[in-house]
C-alpha cells in the first residue's frame, strides 16, 4: 500500500522533517498515522492481504464521533469480503467502528457509499454568485437504518470533497416538493 508518510516514521513516531511537514499544515491529523500503522500491522502477518492491497493509495481518514471513516484509491479492486474483513480488523484493532471508501471526486458515488445502505438523491443547487450548494436527501424510513446523523454525514462530505454539503431526510410526501 502505498502511504504518505515513511513507514519508519509512522512505525516509531518519530517523524522526519518531510512526515512533521504533513502533520503540521493540517493536511493529515495523527489519527491517520493510527490508521496507516494498524494497516501496516495488518499486512506484516497477511501476506495475501499485502498484495491485494498493494496497488491501493492511502488518501485520509476522517473522525466522526467514535467511527473512522477511510478513504484509499483503488479499494475498489479489492474484493469485497477482503475490504469487510480489513475493515473489522482494524475496528479491532483501533477500538472504532472503520468503514472503508473509495476516494473519488464524484460526489453521487461517495453519498453511495457513505449512506449505504440508504438510497439518497443527490441535488446540485447553482447559486446566484457563481458557488454551488450539494443537498444529499434522504427518505425517512431509510435514515432509521443510517448510522450516522445527517449532521454527522454533511461535515464527513463536506470535509472530503472540500464543498459545502447539505443533507437533509425528508418524508414520502415531501419527495416532489423538496
Not at 493536511?27 to 495488518?42: N, T
Not at 475496528?91 to 453511495?112: F, G, P, Q
Request: proline share 3%; hydrophobic share 40%; glycine share 2%.
Amino acid at each position: 500500500m502505498r502511504i504518505p508518510f515513511c513507514e519508519f516514521c509512522v512505525k516509531t513516531r518519530l517523524f522526519c522533517s518531510k512526515c512533521q511537514s504533513l502533520l503540521n499544515s493540517g493536511q493529515y491529523e495523527m489519527y491517520d498515522v493510527d490508521v496507516i500503522d494498524a494497516i501496516l500491522k495488518l499486512t506484516d502477518n497477511d501476506q495475501k492481504l499485502k498484495n491485494m492491497l498493494s496497488n491501493v493509495e492511502y488518501y485520509k481518514s476522517y473522525e466522526i464521533d467514535d467511527s473512522y471513516f477511510v478513504a484509499l484509491k483503488g479499494i475498489r479492486r479489492v474484493p469485497i469480503n477482503v475490504v469487510r474483513q480489513l475493515e473489522d480488523k482494524l475496528s479491532e484493532a483501533l477500538n472504532r467502528r472503520v468503514k472503508i471508501i473509495e476516494y473519488t471526486a464524484d460526489i453521487n458515488e461517495l453519498v453511495t457509499q457513505v449512506a449505504y445502505p440508504a438510497r439518497p438523491t443527490v441535488v446540485t443547487t447553482w447559486l446566484p454568485d457563481g458557488t454551488n450548494e450539494t443537498e444529499v436527501r434522504i427518505m425517512r424510513r431509510d435514515a432509521r437504518r443510517f448510522r450516522l446523523r445527517p449532521s454527522d454525514m454533511a461535515r464527513l462530505l463536506s470535509a472530503i470533497t472540500n464543498k459545502n454539503v447539505k443533507v437533509k431526510v425528508i418524508s414520502h410526501d415531501q419527495l416532489n416538493t423538496a
